[in-house]
């Protein structure tokens, strides 16, 4: 399985940025598909993620209500659509791809992109 998340760049505050991660690979359309980012000198931190069906997503309490994750298995794309950006939202987001039995532990990663929110 490969990723290829994109999207990320600088915003101010308040603004609004979509993440995109790119996927391929064998069974990918039947893994769950999350984003998780790391801030500075601070540990990995879940963000979202939808099932594979992508009838439902999950989300971490720092974002929810601002941001909506989904995907799209006809092009194999997952999303993160960001609103009310925070300047504590700035981080280096990834993508994973798991089965649900490996959430806590997910075996597919992008290479990150990074999202910077100015005050």
């Known amino acids: 399985v490969q990723l290829q998340a994109s999207g990320g760049g600088l915003v101010q505050a308040g603004g609004s940025l979509r993440l995109s991660c790119a996927a391929s690979?064998?069974?990918?359309?039947?893994?769950?598909m999350g984003w998780f980012r790391q801030a500075p000198g601070k540990e990995r931190e879940f963000v979202a993620d939808?099932?594979?069906?992508?009838?439902?997503?999950t989300y971490g309490e720092a974002v929810k209500g601002r941001f909506t994750c989904s995907r799209d298995n006809a092009k194999n794309t997952l999303y993160l659509h960001m609103n009310s950006l925070k300047p504590e939202d700035t981080a280096v987001y990834y993508c994973?791809?798991?089965?649900?039995?490996?959430?806590?532990?997910?075996?597919?990663w992008g290479q990150g992109t990074l999202v910077t929110v100015s005050s």
């Open positions: 994973a791809a798991y089965p649900r039995s490996r959430a806590h532990n997910p075996p597919y």
């Open positions: 690979g064998r069974h990918v359309n039947t893994y769950s």
């Open positions: 939808v099932s594979w069906i992508g009838a439902s997503a």
